[in-house]
């Protein structure tokens, strides 16, 4: 095998991260600041920088490889020009990366939050979001929110249970994306620590409405830039699907941020920037501010309440119900002929195991389904077919 200069190449993510020091902002995340829960010497010694790692390490999880095929708003719709979720993030990364380079902040750090952020969705988006959550809570094991399962498969599931031993900045900043709740501006909450980020999750867990802040920087781009890469994106599908056509959206919307998704980013991703330099916070401007909340409000009457594309909904809550009911079934029979035990639990560590009940187990095989996959679960006849709109 051959043998590397391990300290020729040590010395170089030295320089790397001294040249960090006087090229970032002092606002920025350095990557000598990135801390693990469990010390890695591989790492110490060796040339990647710690975000960098961390960006690897979620490229190279099975949650990231399913992102293909996990719905981002339009799910059973046979249009390979739809975003689905593995689209969505990346959009999010350059979006951010683009936002965080004006700002001179870690973009390692911004990629690994943005490539990371949903990987603990449910197949069907964010309507499988809330049957799974029905689901949970029914069986006492808390609400189910796709970026507390975005940590749960992380730090619990991948690598069989061993987790990938991602940095804390990297875990609070997925933990804390929310692009559903619209800020205006958001300011780091910096200095946490792996306890608190336990009991953010906890918190979070008992009252979805609990607020989380970003504890960097690149965590508050990050989870702005959420919101800057789908709201224009989700018009586009929508107007490709007939749901919607551009002359509908308002007119005073419209006149502040345009009316395609390309000039929708460029105007609100330039605000961002324009109102965020030498700050330690990100910031829309009042008027901008305004005018994207209502275009979300738009977005969710016009598109996300239409009932064009919500004609399966109830079936799909339906078999969430069964489906979890049949696995909870087979790990309490011990039913080792199922495909929880034959493909999800196969040589899981023990650990996994003593930590989990049956209910978070089954939660943890469900969210990682692709859609694909959980309609092969379900029994042929009830299977609903793809829409036409």
Same mark, same amino acid.
């Given at each position: 095998?051959?043998?590397?200069?391990?300290? #020729?190449?040590?010395?170089?993510?030295?320089?790397?991260?001294?040249?960090?020091?006087?090229?970032?902002?002092?606002?920025?995340?350095?990557?000598?600041?990135?801390?693990?829960?469990?010390?890695?010497?591989?790492?110490?010694?060796?040339?990647?920088?710690?975000?960098?790692? &961390?960006?690897?390490?979620? *490229?190279?999880?099975?949650?990231?490889?399913?992102?293909?095929?996990?719905?981002?708003?339009?799910?059973?719709?046979?249009?390979?020009?739809?975003?689905?979720?593995?689209?969505?993030?990346?959009?999010?990364?350059?979006?951010?990366?683009?936002?965080?380079?004006?700002?001179?902040?870690?973009?390692?750090?911004?990629?690994?939050?943005?490539?990371?952020?949903?990987?603990?969705?449910?197949?069907?988006?964010?309507?499988?979001?809330?049957?799974?959550?029905?689901?949970?809570?029914?069986?006492?094991?808390?609400?189910?929110?796709?970026?507390?399962?975005?940590?749960?498969?992380?730090?619990?599931?991948?690598? %069989?249970?061993?987790?990938?031993?991602?940095? *804390?900045?990297? #875990?609070?900043?997925?933990?804390?994306?929310?692009?559903?709740?619209?800020?205006? %501006?958001?300011?780091?909450?910096?200095?946490?620590?792996?306890?608190?980020?336990?009991?953010?999750?906890? *918190?979070?867990?008992?009252?979805?409405?609990?607020?989380?802040?970003?504890?960097?920087?690149?965590?508050? +781009? +990050?989870?702005?830039?959420?919101?800057?890469?789908?709201?224009?994106? &989700?018009?586009?599908?929508?107007?490709?699907?007939?749901?919607?056509?551009?002359?509908?959206?308002?007119?005073?919307?419209?006149?502040?941020?345009?009316?395609?998704?390309?000039?929708?980013?460029?105007?609100?991703?330039?605000?961002?920037?324009?109102?965020?330099?030498?700050?330690?916070?990100? !910031?829309?401007?009042?008027?901008?501010?305004?005018?994207?909340?209502?275009?979300?409000?738009?977005?969710?009457?016009?598109?996300?309440?239409?009932?064009?594309?919500?004609?399966?909904?109830?079936?799909?809550?339906?078999?969430?119900?069964?489906?979890?009911?049949?696995? #909870?079934?087979?790990?309490?029979?011990?039913? %080792?002929?199922?495909?929880?035990?034959?493909?999800?639990?196969?040589?899981?560590?023990?650990?996994?195991?003593?930590?989990?009940?049956?209910?978070?187990?089954?939660?943890?095989?469900? !969210?990682?389904?692709? &859609?694909?996959?959980?309609?092969?679960?379900?029994?042929?006849?009830?299977?609903?077919?793809?829409?036409?709109?």
């Amino acid at each position: 095998m051959t043998k590397f200069d391990t300290r #020729l190449l040590a010395a170089n993510r030295k320089l790397m991260e001294q040249n960090e020091s006087t090229a970032l902002s002092s606002a920025a995340t350095l990557s000598s600041e990135g801390v693990r829960r469990e010390p890695e010497q591989r790492l110490v010694d060796g040339y990647r920088q710690c975000f960098s790692v &961390d960006v690897d390490r979620i *490229l190279h999880s099975r949650a990231y490889s399913r992102y293909i095929d996990k719905t981002q708003v339009f799910y059973l719709i046979k249009n390979d020009h739809i975003t689905h979720r593995v689209l969505h993030v990346q959009l999010v990364s350059k979006i951010a990366r683009t936002i965080g380079r004006c700002l001179k902040l870690n973009e390692d750090l911004i990629e690994a939050i943005a490539l990371g952020h949903d990987i603990g969705h449910t197949p069907f988006g964010h309507d499988g979001e809330r049957f799974l959550s029905d689901c949970c809570r029914k069986n006492d094991i808390g609400h189910f929110q796709h970026n507390l399962q975005s940590i749960q498969f992380l730090e619990r599931v991948e690598r %069989k249970g061993s987790g990938w031993n991602l940095c *804390l900045q990297t #875990l609070d900043g997925i933990l804390c994306h929310d692009g559903e709740v619209h800020n205006d %501006k958001l300011r780091p909450q910096r200095n946490k620590s792996f306890e608190q980020l336990a009991r953010e999750i906890e *918190l979070k867990k008992e009252n979805p409405s609990h607020p989380l802040v970003p504890m960097t920087l690149e965590g508050c +781009v +990050v989870r702005m830039a959420d919101t800057v890469s789908y709201v224009g994106r &989700d018009i586009e599908d929508a107007i490709r699907l007939g749901l919607i056509t551009r002359s509908e959206i308002p007119r005073h919307i419209a006149a502040v941020l345009g009316d395609t998704n390309g000039t929708i980013v460029f105007h609100l991703v330039t605000d961002i920037i324009q109102n965020s330099i030498d700050r330690d916070g990100v !910031a829309f401007s009042p008027t901008v501010s305004e005018a994207l909340q209502a275009l979300k409000a738009f977005n969710l009457e016009r598109i996300y309440r239409n009932p064009r594309i919500k004609q399966h909904t109830e079936t799909i809550r339906s078999l969430f119900g069964d489906l979890f009911r049949m696995y #909870l079934a087979d790990i309490e029979r011990a039913n %080792k002929s199922s495909v929880i035990f034959r493909q999800f639990l196969k040589g899981m560590a023990p650990a996994y195991l003593q930590r989990h009940k049956p209910a978070e187990i089954v939660r943890d095989f469900i !969210a990682g389904m692709t &859609d694909d996959y959980f309609l092969s679960q379900c029994p042929a006849d009830r299977r609903p077919g793809y829409l036409r709109i």
